[in-house]
Nanobody
Framework: QVQLVESGGGSVQAGGSLRLSCVASGDTYRSYCMGWFRQAPGKEREGVATIDSDGLVNYADSSVKSRFTISKDNAKNTLFLQMNSLKPEDTAMYYC???????????????????WGQGTQVTVSS
């Protein structure tokens, strides 16, 4: 079992920044893919960015790639998402997820990930 606990969400104005954290505990995969997903009200959960045990990073699209940075601290079993230049459309519940195996060359779909955190809310006002 893997437990994931997110933190760092909040309310900011457009153009602001937030740094999300996700602490992982419990069993760990030797090879893993960790990622951030988000779900806005009335919309499906969508991938934002992933990083795997080899350090391979993927971003969902160019808008995210230009403003967000995913990283991890292996010593602290912590995943981060630095979000800059936030926009109102970034408003969503953000979830941390982990799955076994490499992420591959793109952000995997939701079904790849077997473990999820409870989420942290990000609200961006205009």
């Amino acid at each position: 079992q893997v437990q994931l606990v997110e933190s760092g969400g909040g309310s900011v104005q457009a153009g602001g920044s937030l740094r999300l954290s996700c602490v992982a505990s419990g069993d760990t995969y030797r090879s893993y893919c960790m990622g951030w997903f988000r779900q806005a009200p009335g919309k499906e959960r969508e991938g934002v960015a992933t990083i795997d045990s080899d350090g391979l990073v993927n971003y969902a699209d160019s808008s995210v790639k230009s403003r967000f940075t995913i990283s991890k601290d292996n010593a602290k079993n912590t995943l981060f998402l630095q979000m800059n230049s936030l926009k109102p459309e970034d408003t969503a519940m953000y979830y941390c997820a982990e799955g076994g195996g490499s992420c591959g060359w793109r952000v995997p779909g939701r079904n790849f990930f077997g473990y999820w955190g409870q989420g942290t809310q990000v609200t961006v006002s205009s």
